[in-house]
């Protein structure tokens, strides 16, 4: 499989994608992947079926990483792979926590080490209880000959992690939404519902882990694990800021009214790494006064719908990323005349960086589009650009 990335200037979207090659057998095609997380120039992805848990039964799939600094692409195998010649599948032993695969560049190693950490849970007696896998990149292959993804295999690290008890069950769990890497050392697994999980993988005791839930009255997890019937990353997002972590959300989202958006607010928070970890608030924006501004207004951008999907820049305090749409409902007719239904309109879609400080649109990219799929946008802040192999520039985002 080979990887080509499609590169624009920040603050446009830079995308992957794939060229898949035959297998020999018809069931070990991989159709897909997805990204998991990224950190300095390298990206993680599940590809085909292959999840953690499912891995047993699962033909097609398994980790890739691919440095954009080098070019190069590794495979790592799956945590519970299948066996060949199982007549039936096994039941799994190990329990998924969400969007979980951690890659963390290896500083103070040859270059382009890395290490990737998986983070899961049992099924018997689940969490807290869990368990951290982590895959250390094999050294770097002589000159002339071709990476197999090799390595010395996953290492497993029993733990017991400092959640809550309202988030370990029995109806109520942490669900892990999106994962980072922070600093040189550690990773971050984050539901953005109820907190960020903090690991030290290098402690000298061992992995050590921390829990810091988010601000008070941010949480928005409930005794019957209603996860709001939302894709949660629709109104929140969580990442890393100039070393620092930022929690970002549209406060009422979920709760006021399409005719009431206007009051939806645009929030930002940044945690301190002290002992204490305390969350400190930043700039926020209400939406009836970022459609009210000059610059909102200049641009012609859609009124009537918040904001959607938030992500955090890297690099620039206090500027957020959202979408907007242009939505409407039209009727439908059957062939008599008669109205049978209404219809989705996707009329535009825009990307738009917002300033919360000055309440200002710095940018806008978008126009005309009936592409349905772009209601639902999957995206990450990264500087994988700035890494792309004989690229002069160190600021893409």
Same mark, same amino acid.
């Given at each position: 499989?080979?990887?080509? $990335?499609?590169?624009?200037? $920040?603050?446009?979207?830079?995308?992957?994608?794939?060229?898949?090659?035959?297998?020999?057998?018809?069931?070990?095609?991989?159709?897909?992947?997805?990204?998991? &997380?990224?950190?300095?120039?390298?990206?993680?992805?599940?590809?085909?079926?292959?999840?953690?848990?499912?891995?047993?039964?699962?033909?097609?799939?398994?980790?890739? @990483?691919?440095?954009?600094? &080098?070019? &190069?692409?590794?495979?790592?195998?799956?945590?519970?792979?299948?066996?060949?010649?199982?007549? +039936?599948?096994?039941?799994?032993?190990?329990?998924?926590?969400?969007?979980?695969?951690?890659?963390?560049?290896?500083?103070?190693?040859?270059?382009?080490?890395?290490?990737?950490?998986?983070?899961?849970?049992?099924?018997?007696?689940?969490?807290?209880?869990?368990?951290?896998?982590?895959?250390?990149?094999?050294?770097?292959?002589?000159?002339?000959?071709?990476?197999?993804?090799?390595?010395?295999?996953?290492?497993?690290?029993?733990?017991?992690?400092?959640?809550? $008890?309202?988030?370990?069950?029995?109806?109520?769990?942490?669900?892990?939404?999106?994962?980072?890497?922070?600093?040189?050392?550690?990773?971050?697994?984050?539901?953005?519902?109820?907190?960020?999980?903090?690991?030290?993988?290098?402690?000298?005791?061992?992995? !050590?882990?921390?829990?810091?839930?988010?601000?008070?009255?941010?949480?928005?997890?409930?005794?019957?694990?209603?996860?709001?019937?939302?894709?949660?990353?629709?109104?929140?997002?969580?990442?890393?800021?100039?070393?620092?972590?930022? +929690? *970002?959300?549209?406060?009422?989202?979920?709760?006021?009214?399409?005719?009431?958006?206007?009051?939806?607010?645009?929030?930002?928070?940044?945690?301190?790494?002290?002992?204490?970890? !305390?969350?400190?608030?930043?700039?926020?924006?209400?939406?009836?006064?970022?459609?009210?501004? !000059?610059?909102?207004?200049?641009?012609?951008?859609?009124?009537?719908?918040?904001?959607? +999907?938030? @992500?955090?820049?890297?690099?620039?305090?206090?500027?957020?990323? @959202?979408?907007?749409?242009?939505?409407?409902? @039209?009727?439908?007719?059957?062939? +008599?005349?008669?109205?049978?239904?209404?219809?989705?309109?996707?009329?535009?879609?825009?990307?738009?960086?917002?300033?919360?400080?000055?309440?200002? *649109?710095?940018? &806008?990219?978008?126009?005309?589009?009936?592409?349905?799929?772009?209601?639902?946008?999957?995206?990450?802040?990264?500087?994988?650009?700035?890494?792309?192999?004989?690229?002069?520039?160190?600021?893409?985002?």
């Amino acid at each position: 499989m080979e990887l080509h $990335p499609v590169v624009a200037d $920040p603050p446009e979207v830079t995308c992957l994608s794939m060229l898949r090659q035959i297998p020999a057998h018809p069931m070990q095609r991989v159709h897909d992947g997805m990204v998991s &997380s990224t950190d300095k120039g390298l990206v993680v992805l599940y590809t085909g079926t292959y999840r953690p848990g499912n891995g047993g039964n699962s033909w097609t799939g398994s980790y890739l @990483v691919y440095d954009a600094s &080098s070019a &190069s692409l590794s495979t790592v195998p799956q945590l519970d792979p299948p066996a060949a010649g199982r007549p +039936f599948p096994v039941l799994p032993t190990i329990k998924c926590l969400g969007n979980s695969a951690a890659i963390l560049r290896h500083s103070g190693e040859e270059e382009g080490a890395y290490v990737l950490a998986e983070l899961v849970t049992t099924y018997h007696p689940g969490l807290p209880d869990a368990e951290l896998y982590l895959w250390r990149s094999p050294p770097a292959a002589p000159a002339g000959s071709s990476d197999s993804g090799g390595g010395g295999g996953w290492t497993r690290t029993a733990a017991r992690l400092p959640l809550p $008890p309202e988030l370990c069950g029995p109806t109520c769990f942490f669900q892990i939404d999106m994962a980072f890497a922070l600093g040189v050392s550690r990773v971050c697994w984050v539901d953005l519902l109820a907190g960020v999980l903090i690991c030290d993988l290098f402690a000298p005791q061992g992995p !050590e882990f921390s829990f810091v839930p988010l601000p008070q009255g941010r949480s928005l997890h409930t005794p019957d694990n209603i996860r709001l019937e939302l894709k949660v990353q629709e109104f929140r997002s969580m990442g890393i800021v100039r070393g620092a972590i930022k +929690f *970002v959300g549209l406060i009422g989202y979920t709760e006021v009214s399409l005719s009431k958006s206007s009051d939806v607010v645009l929030e930002t928070w940044t945690l301190s790494l002290d002992p204490e970890a !305390e969350w400190k608030k930043g700039p926020a924006v209400r939406v009836g006064d970022l459609w009210a501004s !000059e610059s909102f207004g200049k641009m012609e951008l859609p009124r009537g719908r918040p904001p959607m +999907f938030p @992500v955090l820049s890297m690099d620039e305090d206090d500027i957020v990323y @959202v979408f907007l749409n242009d939505i409407e409902f @039209v009727d439908t007719a059957d062939y +008599f005349g008669q109205i049978i239904g209404r219809q989705l309109v996707l009329n535009g879609h825009y990307l738009v960086g917002l300033d919360l400080v000055q309440n200002k *649109v710095l940018y &806008s990219k978008g126009g005309a589009t009936n592409n349905l799929a772009l209601l639902e946008p999957t995206l990450l802040a990264s500087d994988f650009s700035s890494y792309l192999h004989g690229s002069n520039s160190k600021d893409r985002v």
